[in-house]
């Protein structure tokens, strides 16, 4: 049997999880934290609802942060950590008792005395004051993989050792605060840089859950919540993700664009040298040896069953033991999803419930893989979004479906056509990609097919479970505005077709567009013919900043985007989910590495 153990934090919602564009996930982190820790009767919470509380605890968070990385990160690591030291120095930490059996691994250092020390994991004579703190990330794709399974291993023992939950930041450059609050690994783990499994990963994500609002951003009815508890941005007891190793290294970790791992935990830099010593080891632009990690083969796989695999992931992954009411015998029909900023990322999205009570959502890859899943506290459940007549009407062709007749920005000299039609896309009805209207694969988004005015066609992305248009809708033209997909899938498109008609024609093969943090910044990544780099790639990047410029003034502008930067690779990796194979590594990067945060849109175009 596994080893597996959960601190207990409960879940809270960031209190800005309706908005397209959510900031507070570090304040919900620190919340969630705080309150696991005993810290309610601090001056931040005294007598103060939860929602007040997290607006005060971003506040403070801000306002304790130095001044450059307030622009950079809505909840910088700095005011993270200064916040969860200044509100628990109050409170003395609890003698705690070990992990309980089935929890125990061998080799844990004794139990954490004293008061607690929060602070943030990496080179701490620098991290105060840089933008980026934290533990250096190797450029090396395959050490960076190493590097994660080290920092993966210290995530344990801090929850083994200490009983408080560090706060990581995860996704494309560090975009999402979550909380790691328990673990699942095989039988011969041991508290060793390179002793036994890592079966899964356990966190409290501030953003993963539905929120269920409707077309005019109103709560639903009490009549429709009849079968929904707790829709509200508050606090649940239970809400569990489970993520995969595999998952967990890919798809939260695993990053070419930030610079650093951010780790913000309750453990003197010291008291982790065992791990941080081979760590800083693995120095940023080391080379790398020894075995590719565990990675998917990329052959798809005709006959995988998603309900076969989500029984065996209930099983192997003790989902039941998060509610009871996840079984194998109420796994229902799986529901297809495309990925859009991946080429083999394509995943089956599995609900277990009865009915019209769903208990449980789970990930299985399109080659037959468990990735996570999303467990809801025992006796709550949601409701599945399709039978909501909002959702219906939306996904129909008819005169009452509300986004006819508005106009749709596509682009920024005042294009803005009319929508004629609507309908849902027959052959990918969902699509997904991590954004900032959604950071979990559980919850992705309706794709609807427009038909505009002069036959013109468009997509338009809508989160499933949230189908509030006011989000999108600008207060003063009453036009749509492009969500983040439907912009960087544009975005993509007109660099390709951009330079096809370039003179002289770039030779590119497919493009990849992410935004990062702040929004301010877009890195764009694409497919050179080249095979090396020199004059001729060195040119290359310089005829693609120039597309690049051209496409970023034609679509619509988003507000915040300042600068773009530029990446070169030999062959298409950078779009699948083989990362870390050590054949996705750029050929050359515009402005090269370290070279400052990328071109200026207003100077540079």
């Known amino acids: 049997m596994a080893i597996e153990h959960y601190l207990p934090v409960r879940h809270i919602l960031q209190n800005d999880c309706y908005e397209d564009t959510p900031e507070k996930c570090g304040a919900a982190c ?222 939260y970790l695993f990053d070419d664009w930030a610079e650093t791992f951010v780790v913000v935990c309750d453990q003197p830099p010291q008291i982790a040298t065992g791990i941080l010593g081979p760590l800083r080891i693995l120095q940023p632009r080391a080379i790398s040896s020894g075995q590719k990690p565990k990675a998917g083969s990329g052959k798809k796989n005709k006959t995988v069953d998603p309900n076969m695999v989500a029984c065996s992931a209930i099983k192997d992954y003790d989902l039941k033991n998060r509610n009871t009411m996840v079984t194998e015998e109420r796994v229902l029909q799986p529901i297809k999803v495309k990925r859009l900023d991946q080429s083999d990322g394509d995943y089956f999205m599995v609900p277990v419930g009865i009915e019209n009570r769903i208990f449980a959502l789970i990930n299985i890859s399109e080659t037959g893989e468990f990735s996570e899943a999303t467990v809801c506290p025992e006796n709550h459940f949601i409701a599945p979004f399709h039978n909501r007549k909002e959702f219906q009407t939306l996904e129909s062709s008819g005169d009452k479906n509300p986004l006819i007749g508005k106009k749709i920005r596509l682009g920024s000299n005042g294009n803005s056509p009319t929508i004629r039609r609507v309908a849902l896309d027959r052959d ?77 024609r770039v030779d590119i093969g497919k493009v990849l567009a992410n935004l990062s943090r702040s929004g301010r910044t877009v890195l764009v990544k694409y497919r050179t013919r080249m095979s090396s780099p020199g004059s001729g790639l060195d040119q290359e990047l310089e005829q693609m900043k120039e597309i690049i410029c ?14 773009f930067r530029i990446k070169a690779f030999k062959n298409d990796y950078f779009m699948t989910q083989k990362r870390g194979s050590g054949d996705d590594e750029p050929l050359a990067s515009s402005p090269p590495s370290g070279g400052g945060d990328g071109f200026d849109i207003k100077i540079d175009c």
């Not at 009983?163 to 605060?177: F, K, L, Q, S």
Request: glycine content about 6%; charged content about 20%.
């Open 30 to 251: 620190v919340q969630m934290v705080l309150r696991a820790i005993g810290v309610r009767n601090a001056r931040i919470v005294a007598g103060v609802r939860i929602i007040e509380e997290q607006d005060a605890l971003y506040k403070q968070i801000r306002y304790k942060s130095p001044i450059l990385t307030r622009g950079l990160w809505s909840s910088p690591p700095q005011g993270v950590t200064k916040v969860l030291n200044d509100e628990s120095s109050q409170v003395q930490r609890p003698i705690r008792q070990p992990a309980p059996p089935r929890g125990a691994i061998r080799g844990i250092p004794a139990s954490l005395t004293g008061n607690f020390n929060f602070s943030i994991l990496g080179d701490t004579s620098v991290a105060p004051y840089s933008n980026d703190p934290g533990i250096l990330k190797a450029i090396d794709s395959l050490v960076q993989i190493k590097q994660i399974n080290l920092i993966s291993r210290l995530l344990i023992r801090i929850i083994a050792q200490s009983g408080v939950a560090p706060i990581i930041a995860v996704r494309e450059d560090n975009a999402h605060w979550v909380v790691v609050n328990g673990y699942q690994v095989e039988d011969s783990y041991t508290d060793t840089p390179s002793n036994g499994e890592i079966k899964a990963i356990a966190i409290r994500n501030p953003l993963g859950r539905y929120t269920y609002r409707n077309i005019e951003c109103e709560p639903l009815s009490s009549t429709t919540l009849e079968v929904i508890t707790d829709n509200k941005c508050e606090e649940n007891v239970y809400l569990q993700d489970i993520v995969s190793y595999d998952t967990w290294e890919r798809e």
């Open 428 to 504: 990918h009805p969902y699509v997904w990609r991590p954004c900032y209207e959604s950071f979990s694969s559980l919850r992705p988004f309706l794709n609807l097919k427009l038909t505009l005015n002069g036959d013109r066609n468009a997509q338009l992305y809508i989160p499933i479970d949230n189908l509030c248009l006011g989000n999108i809708t600008d207060k003063t033209s009453g036009e749509i505005i492009l969500p983040s997909p439907n912009y960087l899938e544009l975005l993509e498109k007109c660099i390709k077709t951009t330079a096809e008609n370039h003179n002289p």
């Open 550 to 563: 051209q496409c970023l003034k034609e679509l619509p502008q988003r507000t915040a985007l300042e600068k």
